[in-house]
T-cell receptor, first 110, second 114 residues
Framework: RKEVEQDPGPFNVPEGATVAFNCTYSNSASQSFFWYRQDCRKEPKLLMSVYSSGNEDGRFTAQLNRASQYISLLIRDSKLSDSATYLCVVNEEGYSTLTFGKGTMLLVSP | SQTIHQWPATLVQPVGSPLSLECTVEGTSNPNLYWYRQAAGRGLQLLFYSVGIGQISSEVPQNLSASRPQDRQFILSSKKLLLSDSGFYLC?????????????FGSGTRLTVV
């Protein structure tokens, strides 16, 4: 089974900081990429899709680097409410399901 | 709009007892359905997925089974629970393989086997 690797963290940052998460995937033929957010003891929720040209949604920016097979998520002006675990998700060529990374925990402090 | 329901929210069961978790989706037809488990401090483990009624694919051999008796109903079962079956069980659905819109998860069932 192909792998999706993430730094487990936790990343401890103060409010207002900019934080970046990286994720690497092993299948160069992967087609679809997402970032999910999971709050403690809750279900994962889709944060944003990741497009080839990169995309932004408010304070969140996602980038895809196909040559190096990694995806990044940048959070600007961190809020306390951003504290959660961020999951990198990849569809792999030849598999009919998405593969979830184990997640990176973010803790934003006052 | 589409919604996904899972119940119960929490469950405490003795070792050796049976299990039945139910998941239903509303507002869509022919969804792909998935069962995941998340053990404490661990990542999401895909257990089963289904692309249609009666069609079940198993990802991990274990004492669990799944069934899809209706288009929008997905059931996770066990005849005899083990301690290692404890975890957070999540049902999810997607349009086709989820390539465009990803998966949408239910609120989960937290199972403790004692």
């Amino acid at each position: 089974r192909k792998e999706v690797e993430q730094d487990p963290g936790p990343f401890n940052v103060p409010e207002g900081a900019t934080v970046a998460f990286n994720c690497t995937y092993s299948n160069s033929a992967s087609q679809s990429f997402f970032w999910y957010r999971q709050d403690c003891r809750k279900e994962p929720k889709l944060l944003m899709s990741v497009y080839s040209s990169g995309n932004e949604d408010g304070r969140f920016t996602a980038q895809l680097n196909r040559a190096s097979q990694y995806i990044s998520l940048l959070i600007r002006d961190s809020k306390l409410s951003d504290s959660a675990t961020y999951l990198c998700v990849v569809n792999e060529e030849g598999y009919s399901t998405l593969t979830f990374g184990k997640g990176t925990m973010l803790l934003v402090s006052p | 709009s589409q919604t996904i329901h899972q119940w119960p929210a929490t469950l405490v069961q003795p070792v050796g007892s049976p299990l039945s978790l139910e998941c239903t989706v509303e507002g869509t037809s022919n969804p792909n359905l998935y069962w995941y488990r998340q053990a404490a401090g661990r990542g999401l483990q895909l257990l089963f997925y289904s692309v249609g009624i009666g069609q079940i694919s198993s990802e991990v051999p274990q004492n669990l089974s799944a069934s899809r008796p209706q288009d929008r109903q997905f059931i996770l079962s066990s005849k005899k629970l083990l301690l290692s079956d404890s975890g957070f069980y999540l049902c999810a659905w997607s349009v086709s393989a989820g390539l465009l819109y990803g998966y949408t998860f239910g609120s989960g069932t937290r199972l403790t086997v004692v």
